[in-house]
Structures are given as structure tokens and as C-alpha cells.
T-cell receptor
Framework: SAVISQKPSRDICQRGTSLTIQCQVDSQVTMMFWYRQQPGQSLTLIAT?????????ESGFVIDKFPISRPNLTFSTLTVSNMSPEDSSIYLC???????????FGPGTRLTVL | GENVEQHPSTLSVQEGDSAVIKCTYS??????FPWYKQELGKGPQLIID?????GEKKDQRIAVTLNKTAKHFSLHITETQPEDSAVYFC??????????FGAGTTVTVRA
């Protein structure tokens, strides 16, 4: 498995602002992912964070709204841009350490947009 | 894309009884099926997984069964304890690292 940390753990933000969420892993991993979990809902994949290249976004998610960085094999950031109350969710990063699809999740960042 | 349906949405069991959660998937190419447990205020925790070349897997009080023909898989928790109370998610993947999640089951174990 892998030990994953996220910062911040929670935040309350104003409409129109942006928040950058950090994900740190204790070992080098090839695959890192960002998910959104809306209140009381399941998990939806936002994008795959690729080291050294642009992230791969899922349908319904765009780079302008959710820019992602992956500067090395242990770290990634997700920015939620120009936030609205509809962006209030838990944002989770996950990693696949090379054990064939097995993903491990971080503790999540709980975002509330007023 | 893959569609995963999960039932029931809520499940209340008496401590010591068994709990069963069922999921169906649509993509016959799916070959990896993990189960996650999410406690309040925490991220999902992988509790057990199964691959398509195996019909059943067990880990202490938790077991998962897979029926590839019917495209469904189930989580079984025996001798439930209060600490088993959580939201459980099933997921499916066709080996492309993308997990499709079910809607979740809220399990409450009554003391």
C-alpha cells in the first residue's frame, strides 16, 4: 500500500476564488488520480495526473476549471478555479502503486464554497 | 462506459449477524473488482478485491464472490461489529486504471 496525505484537510472559500489542493505520497508511484465526491454521493474520476505531461481529463471536467500539476512521482496538485457553491465536495487523490489496478486513497479535502 | 449498480443503499443489521451487499456491472471486459469502506470524515479504505480469474476470496470476516456470467459480485461480512458501520462502495475496472464506483451502501450495525 501507500501512505497518502492531502492539504488542506478542509476549507471554506468564497465564490469566485480558487483553491489548490496538495497530494503527497510516501513512495514513487506512476499513476495518480483525482476524484470528486459530492455530498452523500459516490466517487467520480476527474482526471489522471501524468508525470511530465498534461493531465488526462474525464468527460465533464476541463483543464481550465481543474488544472492539475504533477512535478514528480510523489506529488500532485489540483486547483479548483473560479469556485461556485456547486463545487462544494470532497476532493480525493488516489495512487496506483503498480499492483495491477489497486488504488489507495488519501484522506480527502472537504471544500465548502459560500 | 462501465455502469455499476449497488444494492441496497442502506442496510441495518443486528450485531453478530451477517451483511451482504450486491453489485452488478455492465462491461463484460471488466476484470478487477475492489471494495472500499469509508468512515465518516475519512477517505475510502480498500478492504478486499477480486480479479476475474477467481470466484471467491476471503479475509477473516470479509468475503467477496464474483459471478462473471451474471456480471455481479457481492461483499459478505460475517459476525458484524459496531466498527463495521460505514459506507461501502463497490467498483469495477477493465484494467485501464479507471475505477467505476457503485452508489454506496450505508451499513449500520445495531448493538
Amino acid at each position: 500500500s501507500a501512505v497518502i496525505s492531502q492539504k488542506p484537510s478542509r476549507d471554506i472559500c468564497q465564490r469566485g476564488t480558487s483553491l489548490t489542493i496538495q497530494c503527497q505520497v510516501d513512495s514513487q508511484v506512476t499513476m495518480m488520480f483525482w476524484y470528486r465526491q459530492q455530498p452523500g454521493q459516490s466517487l467520480t474520476l476527474i482526471a489522471t495526473a501524468n508525470q511530465g505531461s498534461e493531465a488526462t481529463y474525464e468527460s465533464g471536467f476541463v483543464i481550465d476549471k481543474f488544472p492539475i500539476s504533477r512535478p514528480n512521482l510523489t506529488f500532485s496538485t489540483l486547483t479548483v478555479s473560479n469556485m461556485s457553491p456547486e463545487d462544494s465536495s470532497i476532493y480525493l487523490c488516489s495512487v496506483e502503486p503498480g499492483a495491477g489496478d489497486t488504488q489507495y486513497f488519501g484522506p480527502g479535502t472537504r471544500l465548502t464554497v459560500l | 462506459g462501465e455502469n455499476v449498480e449497488q444494492h441496497p443503499s442502506t442496510l441495518s443489521v443486528q450485531e453478530g449477524d451477517s451483511a451482504v451487499i450486491k453489485c452488478t456491472y455492465s462491461d463484460s471486459a471488466s476484470n478487477y473488482f475492489p471494495w472500499y469502506k469509508q468512515e465518516l470524515g475519512k477517505g475510502p479504505q480498500l478492504i478486499i478485491d477480486i480479479r476475474s480469474n477467481v470466484g471467491e476470496k476471503k479475509d477473516q470476516r470479509i468475503a467477496v464472490t464474483l459471478n462473471k456470467t451474471a456480471k455481479h459480485f457481492s461483499l459478505h461480512i460475517t459476525e458484524t461489529q459496531p466498527e463495521d458501520s460505514a459506507v461501502y462502495f463497490c467498483a469495477a475496472s477493465r484494467g485501464d486504471y479507471k475505477l467505476s464506483f457503485g452508489a454506496g451502501t450505508t451499513v449500520t450495525v445495531r448493538a
